[in-house]
């Protein structure tokens, strides 16, 4: 078993002041086996760590954290960027025609496009989602007081 941090942006992203290599270069240091870089609405950086991945002995997953209608989702082992702006369950279906599989980031908090309670409850009794959603995270440090 190893270990991955799949909630990581890069200076694609507006919210972030780090390259690509030195999200690996510190990601092989404390010894993750994984990572996706998932900035917000931009897959570049995740493309550009997965070419890069292996000269750090690491494996990086391609993904972005997509604006939904309805909140933020991780859309991962996806090549493509889905559209941002569409309702949670468009989004997901989206992510599954392309291949790929979803988590919630930080659901439920206080940061402003975080999935609420009722939008994640409320996809989970579609049966055309059923099975993309497969995953809710469960630590951000952004979320802690």
Known sequence: MGTADIHIHSTYSHDATITVRA????????????IAITDHDE?????????????????????VEVSTRDGHLLALFIEKLPPAGLPLLDTLLII???GGIAVAPHP?????????????????????????????ETYNMSTQA
């Open 23 to 34: 999200i690996l270069r510190q990601a092989a240091d404390v010894g993750l086996n994984v």
């Open 43 to 63: 897959i570049r950086g995740s493309l550009e760590a997965r070419d890069l991945a292996p000269k750090y002995k690491l494996e990086a997953i391609p993904g």
């Open 96 to 98: 599954s025609r392309m």
């Open 108 to 136: 439920f908090s206080h940061l402003p496009s975080s999935l609420s309670m009722e939008a994640v409850i409320g996809v989970m009794t579609q049966p055309r989602a059923k099975g993309v959603l497969k995953g809710i």
